[in-house]
């Protein structure tokens, strides 16, 4: 072989390499990281070497301004191709017109078969499209204190009949209480397992209909009536239900995954975990939700489409969610967990097929973030009754 051949061929391969260098893609990705112990410059490498035609430019934006920075870029024409989540941002993404469908591509995608049950329904909008692909989750459960149910020789309850007398064999006032209810801001999720399980609905007269008002005097009736929750309790917040379950001053409480390590260190195997109890013949749980999107402004879809499902795929989704404090949203990533104890993995694998979300509208903005624990506040200091409770929250719902 001569020089000129040689010289030509490498002049060949140099141009050659330019070309695809020239036609490399850049997916510009938002997501939003607390812990130190970031894994996402490990993922972007690892996606880049199968993927050497892609460039993954990932940006960790401080999630006390995340979405006010991801609408201002979307308004702006300087949207990132991907970025993580929320259902509840979902209506305004879809109002402003910001999101790609993934339905053609989800269907074609392998990994889909290995997503758990029920996740894709969850994050179905309101038009029947998928526009969401799950990257994380959590569900609420029961936490129970296995030492003490234990002592009084009781299983964890399985029904709300169960619970309500498990309640009150473990109440011991004042110094212990069965239940640990979040009566102020948040507890609406704590609530909706004894009453959205039985009739109620964030839906005209969804709220007042007998049924869900007999829920709801239920719940009433477990502070004032069989005092098995403790006084504080309408203006007990997270951190002092969590407090008093950790000093025994409670018996059990609501929470997800995202609880356990600190229970786990301060209580080691007196902490238990299962679904939460059956309600007249109905159970309803609070799933909490992260996902992946692809960005309708998007020059890169089918580049930022490989890199979000990359995320979503076997050891790349436990590695993402390494930082998360959340689970992984695979079948096998949820087989070999260990980042939690598994008592809370099956607790929480076990809730999903009957986790719910609430309706996207301003309404139950609402009723999450300020009418609920006004209202149930009211009603268990005995100011109101459960009648004129859900009648003040079905205004919200009703046109």
């Not at 191709?81 to 941002?89: G, N, P």
């Not at 038009?127 to 020789?153: H, M, N, S, T």
């Not at 399985?158 to 801001?185: H, I, M, N, Q, V």
């Amino acid at each position: 072989m001569g020089w000129w051949t040689t010289f030509a061929g490498s002049f060949a391969l140099a141009a050659g390499l330019a070309v695809a260098s020239a036609k490399a893609e850049t997916v510009r990705f938002w997501y939003h990281f607390d812990n130190p112990a970031n894994p996402m410059s490990a993922l972007v490498s690892a996606f880049e070497k199968a993927n050497p035609g892609i460039k993954i430019q990932a940006e960790n934006v401080p999630w006390n301004s995340y979405y006010d920075n991801l609408y201002t870029s979307l308004v702006g024409g300087n949207a990132p191709d991907a970025a993580m989540v929320k259902l509840f941002a979902q209506p305004q993404l879809m109002e402003m017109g910001a999101l790609e469908p993934l339905n053609r591509r989800l269907d074609a995608w392998p990994g889909k078969a290995d997503l758990l049950d029920n996740l894709l329904t969850l994050n179905k909008a309101p038009d029947g499209k998928q526009y969401y692909l799950p990257i994380q989750y959590v569900v609420l459960y029961l936490y129970y204190r296995a030492d003490l149910f234990a002592e009084a020789g009781l299983k964890p309850p399985a029904t709300c009949e169960d619970f309500r007398e498990a309640a009150s064999k473990l109440t011991k006032a004042p110094e212990r209480y069965g239940f640990g209810l979040r009566g102020g801001k948040g507890g609406w999720d704590q609530w909706g397992a004894f009453v959205l399980s039985q009739g109620g609905d964030l839906k005209p007269g969804g709220l007042t209909n007998p049924r869900a008002v007999a829920a709801n005097q239920w719940v009433i009736d477990l502070f004032r009536k069989d005092k098995v929750i403790p006084p504080s309790a309408p203006n007990d917040g997270f951190q002092e239900i969590i407090a008093a379950f950790k000093a025994g001053k409670t018996a059990m409480t609501i929470h997800h995954i995202g609880s356990s390590k600190d229970l786990v260190a301060a209580l080691g195997n007196k902490v238990s975990a299962v679904p939460v109890p059956t309600c007249g013949g109905g159970r309803w749980t609070s799933y909490g939700d992260e996902s992946l999107a692809v960005f309708s402004s998007s020059k890169a879809k089918d580049a930022a489409w490989k890199w979000i499902s990359f995320l979503a795929e076997g050891e790349n989704n436990v590695a993402f969610n390494s930082a998360t404090g959340q689970l992984t949203v695979t079948r096998s990533g949820s087989q070999n967990w260990t980042l939690h104890e598994r008592r809370f993995v099956d607790a929480t694998v076990q809730s999903l097929p009957f986790a719910k979300v609430l309706p996207q509208t301003a309404a139950t903005s609402e009723f999450v973030n300020t009418a609920w624990q006004t209202e149930m506040q009211r009603a268990l200091t005995g100011q109101i009754t459960s009648q004129q409770m859900m009648g003040e929250l079905d205004k919200l719902f009703t046109p």
